[in-house]
């Protein structure tokens, strides 16, 4: 929550600097969180925002990830989306988050008023556009998810790991930092329908898995193939 922001001290660009990252130009949307934001860690499974509460800070990842979720009436999660270093999340259309957000793995993130944010969106094109298309994704995302309750427990569990792995701009191994009931959560699926289908693909000889959180794609072109 961001009632436990630390203050900072000094310009923001050495709060920058002390977080050890490197900044992106100062022109872009990322480069502008880059030099404005404030670092802070939060912990595995920390909330950084609840759902509903007021929308006034935009995030980016430094590293880990986060997810974005909803408690359902039932008591099931749905999992939103997933964010990776590099990826900004919270900006809502409205003025309250409609999902709430927590660390998937230990995360640092970059937060950053969402006021200023369009304020300088006002005044720059650029920023503008980027905001735009950053919203245009989220929308996008959220089709995407409609769609994806029609596919089979296959193409879901293969969508998404061709997705990790072009999001990770990897082409034959990834590397997940969530478990695998995020990963059900996530594609609207149990458990062990996500673990009976990575065997059925192992058992294919179309991924290897090493370990829990590590993933061969021996195959991704016939991966591919089963989500066409």
């Known amino acids: 929550m961001l009632a436990q922001t630390p203050g900072r001290s000094g310009s923001s660009r050495q709060v920058a600097g002390r977080a050890g990252r490197p900044m992106a130009p100062a ?5 502008v969180i880059d030099v404005v934001g404030a670092a802070i860690t939060f912990a595995r499974n920390r909330e950084i ?13 430094v ?11 039932d008591g099931r999660r ?11 999340f919270g900006l809502e ?12 793995t230990e995360a640092k993130v970059l937060v950053v008023k969402r006021s200023a944010l369009i304020g ?3 005044r720059d094109s650029e920023i503008a556009r980027e905001l735009w298309a950053l919203m245009s994704r989220e929308l996008a995302r959220g089709q995407a998810r409609i769609l994806l309750l029609v596919k089979t427990a296959q193409e879901r569990v293969v969508g998404f790991l061709l997705e990790m792995a072009e999001r990770r701009q990897t082409v034959d191994a990834v590397e997940l930092p969530m478990s695998r009931q995020d990963i059900a959560d996530y594609l609207g699926l149990t ?7 990575l065997t ?28 066409v």
């Open 120 to 122: 300088l969106a006002s």
């Open 27 to 31: 022109d872009t949307l990322a480069g």
């Open 191 to 197: 458990t062990e329908t996500v673990s009976r289908t």
């Open 200 to 227: 059925s693909l192992e058992n294919d000889a179309a991924i290897a898995l090493p370990n829990s959180r590590r993933i061969l794609l021996r195959n991704p072109s016939a991966l591919r193939r089963m989500i």
């Open 78 to 88: 749905q999992i939103g989306a997933f964010y990776l270093t590099g990826d900004v």
């Open 63 to 73: 590293s880990g990830a986060v997810r974005t979720y909803k408690v359902l009436a």
């Open 93 to 104: 259309v409205g003025d309250e988050h409609a999902l709430a957000a927590e660390a998937v």
């Open 49 to 61: 925002y609840g759902d509903g509460e007021r929308a006034d800070y935009v995030y980016k990842v």
